[in-house]
């Protein structure tokens, strides 16, 4: 039962069976296109290895009656597990992406956490484990199975995760940017919608990433990451950024800069306290339209998702949204479709736990 990748036409069968619920064999073949036979076949392997299960039939008019498969959500498991400053956070979730029993929580230096992370994934990995997800926030070397580039290891060069690579096993392994992890979360809590090319843009404070899904896929490119974003920078005075630039999004969006602008106690206390009016963060506000504007210029996304998870985001995110509206080509003002994800709860083991469902569900993540 355990180990080993899915393969790409087993993947689209279970793409199908989660954007759909439930579906028989016959459904399944006409949505994949895939022949009678193979398809069969297919089921029975995803049956034996409890990823999906038979509900019970139903009388389908004359003949014999049909059997819907569904995903099993109860046999097997992935591992969710995410690098947060100073802390590791790891999980079982089910194949749904539900969680599976408690989080095993440690606080650690930077210097030990690849270990920490390591310790745990060992703990909670057994023969029911379908793969393990690494959500890291800044850039992956996935030749070198280094961390190139993160604000959790500000001070560290080349991070590696060999120590992760082993602990993990023979089970896929995806490690990937937080914020592709947050795309994952959206693309497959949003698996009925068609996959347009989306720019998802998720903040909070002090981190802006960004990720272009092409038919809902993440660009690559040169490295593995998010699509930078949040270092591009503006002609305007802020601290000194980790990338070693001065008016760099991320440091835009980021409390300490926005104290220097008057307002007291932090942008999140700031939003739960619904003070999103206030004039520094109006600036922040303005000049991160000009920076979500660019980017839309740029890839000319149809679709823009902007996420936090920042607690009582969405008035900000109203606001983000409406002044890149104002900043965009006129011709694609009307064109671009927005949607807003407060709350999307981006840092943590569960949206780490849909980069290891990708590898259940995706062909070429
Ligand atoms: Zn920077």
Not at 46 to 53: A, D, Y
Not at 89 to 114: C, D, H, K, M, W
Not at 274 to 300: E, K, S, Y
Request: proline residues 4%; positive net charge.
């Amino acid at each position: 039962m355990p180990g080993m990748s899915l393969p790409a036409r087993r993947k689209r069968a279970m793409f199908e069976l989660l954007a759909a619920g439930s579906l028989s064999r016959t459904e399944l073949v006409a949505k994949t296109d895939v022949r009678r036979n193979t398809m069969y076949g297919d089921v029975t392997a995803l049956l034996s290895q409890q990823l999906v299960r038979e509900s019970d039939a139903l009388a389908a008019g004359v003949g014999r009656p049909r059997t819907p498969l569904e995903i099993d959500d109860q046999s097997r498991h992935v591992l969710g597990v995410c690098f947060q400053a100073g802390r590791i956070e790891v999980g079982r979730f089910n194949l749904l992406g539900r969680p599976q029993g408690e989080l095993l929580i440690r606080r650690t230096s930077a210097r030990y956490s690849v270990r920490a992370a390591a310790e745990l994934i060992a703990r909670l990995r057994n023969r029911k484990t379908f793969a393990v997800g690494v959500a890291i926030p800044g850039f992956v070397d996935r030749q070198q199975n280094r961390v190139a580039f993160s604000m959790v290891f500000p001070r560290l060069k080349a991070v590696s995760l060999d120590p992760i690579r082993e602990a993990a096993g023979d089970q896929p392994l995806v490690m990937e940017a937080e914020s592709q992890a947050v795309a994952a979360r959206w693309l497959l809590t949003h698996a009925r919608a068609p996959q347009q090319d989306t720019l998802l843009i998720y903040f909070e404070d002090g981190a802006l990433g960004a990720v272009f899904l092409v038919h809902g896929r993440p660009n690559q490119g040169c490295i593995s990451g998010a699509n930078e974003l949040g270092h591009n920078r503006l002609q305007v005075k802020t601290r000194r950024c980790y990338c070693g630039g001065v008016g760099c999004l991320e440091r835009i969006c980021d409390s300490r800069d926005l104290s220097a602008h008057g307002l007291r106690g932090g942008l999140a206390r700031a939003l739960a306290a619904g003070r999103v009016d206030h004039p520094a963060i109006q600036r922040m506000v303005r000049l991160l339209g000009v920076g979500f504007a660019n980017a839309i210029n740029f890839t000319r996304a149809s679709h823009v998702i902007i996420a936090s998870h920042l607690p009582g985001s969405g008035p900000l995110i109203d606001r983000l949204i409406s002044a890149s509206r104002k900043q965009v080509l006129p011709q694609l003002r009307q064109r671009v479709r927005y949607d807003r994800w407060p709350e999307a709860h981006g840092r943590s083991a569960q949206s780490a736990a849909y980069l290891a469902l990708t590898a259940l569900y995706f062909e070429n993540w």
